[in-house]
């Protein structure tokens, strides 16, 4: 009968030390967010894939097609192809493909990337099913934020 009661005050006082945490926690500022609903704002030095760069006086990318960030890229993840038109000096971005499921998000690219045509974007919620669904064109992004 010792034993048994031992067991019910042993019990009852975990259980008020228990509310009384609960209680101290409750009136105290929430430190949480309820995601996805609420984000934080994203740090500057955040790194997420790469994205082209919209240039307002050209109207388009700054890229030039050198092929630099290509050459640069150690995952072999970056495709880049242009064309040039007839009568025209310099070439036109038509295909600049990131395979980000090889991307090790090492910077090389942004680095040799001279003009500046290429910068980190600021994406993180990135999900998918199948690793097609992280082969990004670049170009028809570009577009999609331009219109």
């Keep these: 009968m010792i034993k048994y009661t031992q067991e019910i005050v042993s019990g009852t006082w975990s259980l ?3 509310l009384a945490i609960t209680i101290k926690y409750f009136f105290m500022p929430v430190v949480t967010l309820q995601y996805p609903h609420e984000t934080l704002p994203m740090t500057p030095r955040y790194r997420g894939h790469i994205d082209l760069v919209f240039d307002e006086k050209l109207g388009g990318t700054k890229c030039i097609v050198c092929g630099s960030c290509q050459k640069a890229c ?9 064309e040039r038109p007839e009568g025209a000096k310099l070439k ?3 295909q600049f493909t990131l395979d980000f499921t090889k ?3 090492c910077g090389l690219c942004v680095e040799s990337c001279a ?7 600021k994406e993180y919620n990135l999900a998918g099913y199948k690793n097609e669904e992280f082969i990004f064109d670049l170009l028809k992004r570009l ?4 219109s």
């Design 16 to 18: 008020i030390v228990g």
């Design 74 to 82: 150690p995952s072999n993840c970056i495709t880049v192809a242009g």
């Design 92 to 94: 036109v971005l038509t």
């Design 103 to 105: 991307c090790s998000l």
């Design 115 to 121: 003009p500046g045509a290429i910068d980190f974007s």
């Design 143 to 146: 577009e999609a934020k331009k």
